[in-house]
C-alpha cells in the first residue's frame, strides 16, 4: 500500500505498507514505512495523517497487526507498543513495535521483503 498527501498537485508526503512474515505462521501482518514528508511541510500533521489512513486502511482489509521500526516517542501516539515476542535481529527491541487488531501476541522473527534490506 502505498498513500501519498498532495497540496496543489505536488506531492509533499508518503507512507508505505506492505506485508511481513513472522516465523511463528501468524498471517495478515503488514509493516508500516517509511514515512516521509518534504522538509518545507513538515510539523504540519501531515505524516500523522498519513499514518493513520494507512492504519485505517489496513484495518478494513481484516489485518491482524502492523509493525514497525521506528522512535517509541512519535510511534506510541498511534497505538504502537513494543511487544517482547517479536524479534528483528540486529534492531535494539524498543524501537521494534507493533500495533495489534486481535488478541493474539505473537511470539515471532519478523521478516520485511528482502528490498528493504537493500545497500546500493
Not at 500500500?1 to 501482518?29: F, I, K, R, Y
Amino acid at each position: 500500500m502505498s498513500l501519498v498527501a498532495e497540496c496543489d498537485g505536488e506531492v509533499v508526503g508518503h507512507v508505505a505498507a506492505s506485508p511481513v512474515s513472522l516465523s511463528d505462521g501468524t498471517p495478515e501482518w503488514y509493516g508500516l514505512g517509511p514515512v516521509s514528508v518534504l522538509p518545507a511541510w513538515q510539523g504540519r500533521g501531515i505524516s500523522s495523517a498519513l499514518v493513520q489512513a494507512c492504519l485505517a486502511r489496513l484495518r478494513e482489509r481484516s489485518a491482524r497487526g502492523c509493525v514497525l521500526v521506528g522512535e517509541p516517542g512519535y510511534y506510541q501516539r498511534f497505538g504502537f507498543r513494543s511487544l517482547s515476542g517479536l524479534i528483528l535481529p540486529d534492531v535494539p527491541p524498543k524501537y521494534v513495535m507493533a500495533l495489534c487488531w486481535t488478541d493474539e501476541r505473537p511470539q515471532a522473527r519478523v521478516g520485511f521483503h528482502s528490498a528493504f534490506a537493500a545497500t546500493s
